[in-house]
Every structure is written in C-alpha cells, then in structure tokens.
T-cell receptor, first 111, second 116 residues
Framework: GQNIDQPTEMTATEGAIVQINCTYQ??????LFWYQQHAGEAPTFLSY????GLEEKGRFSSFLSRSKGYSYLLLKELQMKDSASYLC????????????FGKGTRLHILP | NAGVTQTPKFRVLKTGQSMTLLCAQD?????MYWYRQDPGMGLRLIHY???????AKGEVPDGYNVSRLKKQNFLLGLESAAPSQTSVYFC???????????????FGEGSWLTVV
C-alpha cells in the first residue's frame, strides 16, 4: 500500500526559513504534490515534483528524491499568513493514478 | 470560472437518515475524487472516478456510495448516516495528461456534515 509521513506540527519565527519533510512509500510513484490549507478552507496547490531536484516558486521551494522516497517543502521569509497546514500527497500509477494525502503538518508562525 | 462546486455547504443529519452530496466541475476533468477530513487524520480518499460511468473505492469507502453518470458530476451518497460520518467532505478533480507536469488537482470549498 501507500504510506506518507510528515511531522504533525512545527513552529517557526516570522522572517525565518522552515523545512517540512515528507517521506513516502508507494509502488508506482507518479508525482508528489504539496498543498497549503488554512483552517476552514480548501487545500490550495503549491507545487508538484515528478523528477528529482528542486522546484522553486517565489518564497516556496520543493525538493524530491525518488530513490530515497523523500521530499521537502522549504518556506523562506516566513510571514504570519503562512500559518497553515501543509499537505504532502503522492500519485500512484499502479492504483489508477489516484492521489493519497499525508496527515499534514500544522505550521505555527510566531511574531 | 466556477471550478469545482459542492452542495450543500452545511448539513445536519439525524442518525439513520440518508443524503447526497453533489460535486460539479466545469473544467472537463476526467478524474474526480471524494475525500473526508477529520482532525489529526488528514484527507482520506473515500471513492474516486477515472471517467464517466466509472467509480472505484478509496481508503475509507464503507458507508458511502458514489455515482458518475455525467462527466461533470460526482455524487456521494450516505444511505444510513452514522455519527462517525461527521466530517468535512471535499470533492476534487484533475485531468492527467501526458507531457503535462502539472497534473494539479482542484478542490471544492468543502461540505460540513454533522450527524447527531
């Protein structure tokens, strides 16, 4: 089956950098997503990695190592509005390309 | 552009009642999904569909049924609601395509269901 692990909670300071890790086990890896979800709202797309390496998009970057089953989301210059849950999700080509989510990491930003 | 629309947004049910959640997307997506989200459990896949007329079970399908009679609609049914089905339900859709790295999935705004 699939197994996706990420820390439950993290705390960081405004203006700092934080890295949220995600490890996964899946038989037919076909891409990894990161989503942001504010309380009471729907998840919104942040990044997608299917090849090894770093994808940078403004203050957010996402890294993937397929051989290690590992990804991280890097958030720079943290702002109070970055307080949210960050969801790691994996697509599995051996299972109809369906997308399975980890339990999410709740990030708290301190002033 | 409406994207993914879910109805109703809020509903309170009595144990044993039935109801249907409707999801509609206007992006011509092939794939549609129903997830539930509970505190500490993240998003769990209930059922999904890879195209009109097809459905398949996800991680937590028990107590739910789905139908995809039209490509744009994906219905989630609760035949006999139980308090354990109190949750937030999210519908999502996506369109996997070769050569398109951004197989983004788009979410509806969520439906808050309480079973008493």
């Amino acid at each position: 089956g699939q197994n996706i692990d990420q820390p439950t909670e993290m705390t960081a300071t405004e203006g700092a950098i934080v890295q949220i890790n995600c490890t996964y086990q899946t038989s037919g890896f076909n891409g990894l997503f990161w989503y942001q979800q504010h309380a009471g709202e729907a998840p919104t797309f942040l990044s997608y990695n299917v090849l090894d390496g770093l994808e940078e998009k403004g203050r957010f970057s996402s890294f993937l190592s397929r051989s290690k089953g590992y990804s991280y989301l890097l958030l720079k210059e943290l702002q109070m509005k970055d307080s949210a849950s960050y969801l790691c999700a994996v697509r599995d080509r051996d299972r109809d390309d369906k997308i399975i989510f980890g339990k999410g990491t709740r990030l708290h930003i301190l002033p | 552009n409406a994207g993914v629309t879910q109805t109703p947004k809020f509903r309170v049910l009595k144990t044993g009642q039935s109801m249907t959640l409707l999801c509609a997307q206007d992006m011509n997506h092939e794939y549609m999904y129903w997830y539930r989200q509970d505190p500490g459990m993240g998003l769990r896949l209930i059922h999904y569909s890879v195209g009109e007329g097809t459905t398949a079970k996800g991680e937590v399908p028990d107590g739910y049924n789905v139908s995809r009679l039209k490509k744009q609609n994906f219905l989630l049914g609760l035949e006999s609601a139980a308090p354990s089905q109190t949750s937030v339900y999210f519908c999502a859709s996506s369109y996997p395509s070769e050569g398109d790295l951004y197989h983004t999935i788009y979410f509806g705004e969520g439906s808050w269901l309480t079973v008493v």
